[in-house]
């Protein structure tokens, strides 16, 4: 059979809307979750627990006799009412029934004997079911009741050996105090790491309803007033709390011993450190084989490009080699063809009419077959049949070639005469410097030092005291005669000075000598040698030109000996090239230094 609903219009939008939690189920749930006892409709319902029977209650007569009333607290309760075996696990209904059992039993009205001790025994009796018939009395003498076994095992080799005979019990009696009913217990070698994990954590996270409600010590029914009672109430509370305290650091200590010699914890342990470093060692053989093929790729990188630059290499140079034979080539082709028109220009005399102009000629042809191409030659050498065709050539190129010389003189004169311009202020200012002057400017310049406070003022002062030529030196002055005296090329201002003294030096000698040669009649030239000869100073800083087997032991010199060597290099240098001295090498060194900078300063 077959239905057709019909469906109109659309559905709503679905909405949250809370549902509070009630009725029998729920808290039957409740009851369960939390281990509590059943009272009616209770969680331990007939149904779900069998039900104590007359013959499981066991009258200990000789024990209930030997009670006091008075000490009510100190007795057992579960004893008393004849449940001994099932004490914490009893219901409210065991209670109840062991109750009227032992009432119709042990009524005083029933009793034969001492009647004062029945009536203690009764009252006893009494006292336990009342503390027992409620879940708050049950659950506060259970906390504390004085057959539960508190013990720790320590953590020692027997323990750990027979793990699971020593924590077993242990687990499964702390279990009862658990909130969550639901409780992981100890388990077994074969549970998986996730097991024994979630045994952990829920044994370190445990929640216990334990509490010491029934060893307060002071009574606050007892209390006289309202003050009275908080007082006792702030001190038992105070003492629920440290019990309490105690209590959980019981549990914990329980839980770590366990975990201590747990012996799943120290295979997982191993079996985590194995996987750990086989993980490592993989790690690390991947980084070395990484590294392995990074070093091969650099390997082929290199080598592709040491053959790429080898085979630049060779490719310039068979270019250069290809060029330079070109260029050969084309020099061999030019002075082919400039021969032809110099023989050609010299048969015919040069095109000069007058023999004079000839020397003249000779040289603007040289100059001009320098600076004519090829093509220009061959062009020339083509008309060598035909004389007045070549000459008419011949002397256009030259006029040509005279007419762009005589340009490029003419603008050298304007760049020079530009360049005179320009430093005429510097040369003015220089001028006025005698070479005494100059002398006494080294002197300042060396005893005033750069750092000086106002040292070219300080200089300028200085010059102005000691010349006899002028006066009127300022820092100007001084800055730019020094400038231009450090610009020289290969010279500085103890050489200049040196160099001016020396000349001056040979000028008195030379005077003197003459004086002496026109008074006695001397050879001139043979006193002057003596004279220069005599005189130390002057050999000393006449300059003689070096020598190319000097300048080739300089430079074997500073090959052999670097910088490294330290102070004594140039001493040993000096050793080294034997007819020259340790400044004089110095001074050489730097000239050629001087000179090597210079010419990279013109290109």
């Not at 049950?138 to 004085?146: H, N």
């Not at 001139?524 to 300059?543: E, G, R």
Request: hydrophobic share 30%; aromatic share 8%; with cysteine.
């Amino acid at each position: 059979m077959t239905f057709t609903v019909d469906v109109r219009g659309t559905l709503s939008p679905p909405a949250t809307a809370f549902v509070y939690p009630f009725g029998l189920a729920y808290f039957n749930y409740q009851c369960s979750r939390y281990n509590l006892a059943d009272q009616e409709g209770g969680a331990d319902s007939e149904d779900e627990k069998e039900q104590l029977s007359e013959s499981d209650i066991v009258i200990d007569v000789k024990y209930i006799k030997s009670l006091e009333a008075k000490d009510w607290k100190e007795q057992d309760h579960y004893r008393v009412l004849g449940i001994p075996n099932l004490r914490v696990k009893a219901s409210t209904k065991d209670v109840k029934k062991a109750y009227k059992y032992m009432v119709l039993k042990c009524h005083p009205d029933k009793s034969q004997g001492n009647t004062k001790v029945d009536e203690e025994a009764f009252t006893c009796i009494q006292k336990a079911y009342e503390q027992l018939c409620v879940i708050d009395g049950k659950r506060a003498y259970d906390s504390v009741d004085p057959d539960f076994d508190d013990d720790v095992p320590n953590v020692t080799e027997h323990n750990k050996q027979n793990f699971y005979k020593v924590f077993g019990p242990v687990i499964e009696r702390n279990a009862q105090w658990s909130i969550n009913k639901n409780v992981p217990m100890l388990g077994s070698e074969s549970d998986e790491i996730d097991y024994v994990n979630d045994f952990y954590n829920f044994w370190y996270d445990f929640k216990s309803w334990r509490e010491y409600s029934y060893l307060d010590e002071e009574e606050r029914d007892k209390a006289d007033c309202k003050e009275e009672r908080r007082y006792l109430d702030k001190l038992n509370k105070q003492e629920r709390v440290r019990r309490k305290k105690e209590e959980m650091t019981r549990m914990r200590q329980i839980v770590d011993n366990c975990y201590a010699c747990d012996p799943r914890i120290k295979a997982f342990n191993e079996d985590r450190k194995k996987r750990k470093l086989e993980a490592k060692l993989a790690k690390q053989e991947a980084y070395r084989q990484e590294q392995e093929a990074l070093r091969l790729q650099k390997e082929e990188e290199e080598r592709i490009r040491k053959e790429e630059e080898e085979k630049r290499i060779q490719q310039e140079k068979e270019k250069a080699e290809a060029e330079k034979k070109e260029r050969q080539k084309q020099n061999k082709l030019l002075k082919g063809e400039r021969k032809k028109v110099r023989d050609f220009v010299k048969n015919n005399k040069y095109f000069c009419k007058n023999e004079d102009n000839v020397v003249k000629a000779m040289e603007n042809m040289e100059v001009l077959l320098q600076g004519l191409a090829i093509d220009d030659l061959k062009q020339l050498n083509s008309l060598n049949k035909n004389v007045n065709e070549f000459s008419k050539v011949y002397n256009t190129f030259m006029t040509s070639h005279l007419e762009a010389q005589e340009t490029k003189t003419k603008e050298n004169l304007i760049k020079a005469k530009q360049s005179q311009e320009q430093h005429k202020d510097q040369n003015i200012s220089s001028d006025k410097f005698s070479p005494q002057d100059i002398a006494i400017l080294v002197k300042a310049v060396k005893i005033y030092p750069p750092g000086t406070v106002n040292r070219w003022n300080t200089i300028a002062e200085y010059l102005n005291q000691h010349s006899a030529v002028c006066k009127s030196y300022v820092s100007k002055d001084i800055i730019q005669k020094v400038k231009n005296l450090q610009s020289k090329e290969g010279d500085d201002l103890k050489t200049k000075v040196n160099e001016q003294a020396f000349d001056n030096f040979e000028k008195s000698q030379k005077q003197r000598i003459d004086g002496v040669v026109a008074g006695g009649g001397i050879s001139s030239k043979d006193t002057m040698n003596s004279a220069l000869i005599d005189t130390p100073d002057a050999a000393k800083k006449k300059k003689l030109p070096w020598s190319a087997e000097e300048q080739k032991l300089l430079e074997e010199g500073l090959k052999r000996f670097p910088q490294s060597v330290g102070p004594q290099r140039w001493d040993e240098i000096a050793k080294l090239v034997g007819s020259r001295s340790k400044k004089d090498c110095m001074r050489r060194y730097k000239d050629l230094v001087e000179q090597i900078k210079a010419k990279k300063a013109k290109q």
